[in-house]
């Protein structure tokens, strides 16, 4: 019986982890939020992003604003009128195909003369989903291994 019971918290301890894998909700520049004179793309060099991964821009309503811009928008820290413009102070911005990503700051010149904007890949969920797999697969192997243990265990 309480080899049942601790092979049942086993198994449920391993599928939290193996869901907790998946999407990510990333805020950006963290503690800084999105703010003026912060180096986003440092922010950013090391962290992998994933089809279903969130970004969230934490700033003060009314002081900034988030606008997705293209690749030449972002060189140029300019927008255009077909370009969704974010205002709510807490935005976020679900990641739902992979390529490039482009964020900049609208107000004013936070873009230009403040540095307010970010560049990110954003992979596939399959590339993903490797990755989560290979956990699962080895976890899967041993408590298959563990059950046929204790079946042997209680046969003896």
């Not at 503690?31 to 934490?58: E, I, M, P, R």
């Not at 990110?120 to 989903?129: A, D, G, K, R």
Request: one cysteine or more; a positive charge.
């Amino acid at each position: 019986m309480a080899a049942a019971r601790s092979t049942i918290v086993f198994i449920s301890t391993i599928f939290l982890l193996a869901t907790s894998i998946s999407a990510k909700e990333y805020v950006v520049g963290d503690g800084s939020g999105w703010t003026l004179d912060f180096d986003y793309q440092a922010w950013a060099k090391d962290k992998v992003f994933y089809v279903g991964d969130k970004l969230v821009f934490n700033y003060a309503s009314g002081t900034h604003n988030v606008v997705k811009v293209n690749g030449t928008g972002f060189q140029e820290c300019s927008t255009s009128s077909n370009n969704g413009t974010l205002t709510s102070g807490r935005d976020v911005i679900p990641l739902q195909t992979p390529g490039r990503k482009w964020y900049i700051c609208g107000v004013a010149k936070h873009c230009e003369s403040r540095n307010m904007k970010l560049v990110i890949t954003v992979l596939s969920q399959s590339m993903s989903s490797a990755v989560a797999i290979s956990p699962v697969s080895i976890t899967y192997g041993f408590v298959a291994a563990l059950f046929s243990g204790l079946m042997l265990t209680l046969l003896v």
